[in-house]
């Protein structure tokens, strides 16, 4: 009997707007919540629930001008194309698929914290999905 591939935590791209952020992620989690529409309509209630997808990301901070902090601070709100590798590969095979999609560029990240010598500062944020994002298993 065999298992599955594990996903390990070593090897994760995050590629926006054909720049690849491996350098500077910590952590990049695609999540989903309901699309908290306040007025649903006959046929979006016939079509089942609607999820609104969005990626959760840690990074370090940096200001050099091709950190990811620099593109988060200097693209707030633009739409940008993604590709997500949680296998870290650059082409698509049936067992590492690539999500890819667009995405909006989130709020300002933070800057700065607390004082220590060896202290490594870092931030999260929201990068809003728009639509449903595709899982790409065609080589």
């Not at 990811?68 to 095979?93: C, I, K, L, R």
């Amino acid at each position: 009997m065999t298992g599955s591939t594990r996903i390990l935590g070593k090897q994760l791209s995050i590629e926006i707007d054909g720049v690849e952020y491996m350098a500077d992620t910590t952590s990049c989690i695609l999540k989903n919540e309901d699309n908290g529409d306040t007025v649903i309509t006959f046929a979006d209630a016939n079509a089942g629930d609607v999820k609104k997808y969005f990626f959760e990301i840690s990074a370090i901070q940096s200001t050099a001008s091709a950190s990811f902090w620099s593109m988060v601070w200097d693209n707030q709100g633009e739409e940008v194309p993604f590709t997500y590798a949680v296998h870290g590969n650059a082409t698509v095979t049936a067992d590492q698929p690539l999500l890819i999609g667009t995405l909006e560029i989130g709020a300002p990240p933070e800057l700065g914290g607390e004082a220590g010598r060896k202290n490594t500062y870092v931030f999260s944020t929201r990068f809003d999905i728009i639509g449903t994002p595709t899982l790409d298993r065609t080589p």
